[in-house]
C-alpha cells in the first residue's frame, strides 16, 4: 500500500515558467516530508524538506508547500532551467529511520 | 570525498546464485541504509544500521541479510536470488538517524538482473 502518492508521472515545463510537482500522502504519522532530485544513472540527490509544524520553506528557486488538512504537499520550481531536468521523488518520515518515498515524477524542462 | 560508493555498478545473476552488494561511504556518517527501486514503484527501505553494530529491517528484508562491517562499510548479500529481486538497489548514509532533519545521501546504485 503507497503511503506517498506521486500521481504524475511526467510533466513538461518551458524554460523560465513555474513548475509544480505534486505529492499526497495517507499517513497522518508523518512529521517530515523532504524532495530528492534523481538524474539518470545516479543516486537521488536531497533538494528541499519541510517539517510538519509548517506549511512553506523556501531555498533559492525552490519552494515545499505542506498542506496538512488535505495530505498534499507540493514542490515550485521559479524559473524553471533545462538543467532542472530530472526524476523527483516526494519521500515522507514518521520516527527515527523510515522514509517512504513517492514513486517520482519526471519533469522535462524545454529551452 | 567521494561520499557514497557502491559496487559492483552491474550485475546479473542466475537463479540460486548469491552474491553481495558492498557500500562504503567516507562521510563519518553513523547510520546506514539499504533501498531497492522497482519500475513504477518508489524506492522501499530493505535493511538499515543505525550505528556501527546494529541492523535492522526495513520494509522489505525478506531474501536478503546485511552486515555493518564497521562504521564506513555496509554489505546486502542475496543468498539465493530470485528473479523478483531483479532490481536497482540503492545504498545511503546518514549522519545520524533518529533526527527528524537527518538527510539521506544516496549512492550511485547497482543495477541487478536475476534470470
Known amino acids: 500500500d503507497q503511503q506517498v502518492k506521486q500521481n504524475s508521472p511526467s510533466l513538461s515545463v518551458q524554460e523560465g515558467r513555474i513548475s509544480i510537482l505534486n505529492c499526497d500522502y495517507t499517513n497522518s504519522m508523518f512529521d517530515y516530508f523532504l524532495w530528492y532530485k534523481k538524474y539518470p544513472a545516479e543516486g537521488p540527490t536531497f533538494l528541499i524538506s519541510?517539517?510538519?509544524?509548517?506549511d512553506k520553506n523556501e531555498d533559492g528557486r525552490f519552494t515545499v508547500f505542506l498542506n496538512k488538512s488535505a495530505k498534499h504537499l507540493s514542490l515550485h520550481i521559479v524559473p524553471s532551467q533545462p538543467g532542472d531536468s530530472a526524476v523527483y521523488f516526494c519521500?515522507?518520515?514518521?520516527?527515527?529511520?523510515?522514509?517512504?518515498f513517492g514513486t517520482g515524477t519526471r519533469l522535462t524542462v524545454i529551452p | 570525498n567521494a561520499g557514497v560508493t557502491q559496487t559492483p555498478k552491474f550485475q546479473v545473476l542466475k537463479t540460486g546464485q548469491s552474491m553481495t552488494l558492498q557500500c562504503a561511504q567516507d562521510?563519518?556518517?553513523?547510520?546506514m541504509y539499504w533501498y531497492r527501486q522497482d519500475p513504477g514503484m518508489g524506492l522501499r527501505l530493505i535493511y538499515y544500521s543505525a550505528s556501527e553494530g546494529t541492523t535492522d529491517k526495513g520494509e522489505v528484508p525478506n531474501g536478503y541479510n546485511v552486515s555493518r562491517l564497521n562504521k564506513r562499510e555496509f554489505s546486502l548479500r542475496l543468498e539465493s536470488a530470485a528473479p523478483s529481486q531483479t532490481s536497482v538497489y540503492f545504498c545511503a548514509s546518514s549522519e545520524a538517524g533518529g533526527s527528524q532533519r537527518d538527510t539521506q545521501y544516496f549512492g550511485p546504485g547497482t543495477r541487478l538482473t536475476v534470470l
Open positions: 562521510m563519518n556518517h553513523n547510520s
Open positions: 519521500a515522507a518520515r514518521t520516527g527515527a529511520n523510515n522514509l517512504f
Open positions: 519541510i517539517s510538519s509544524i509548517k
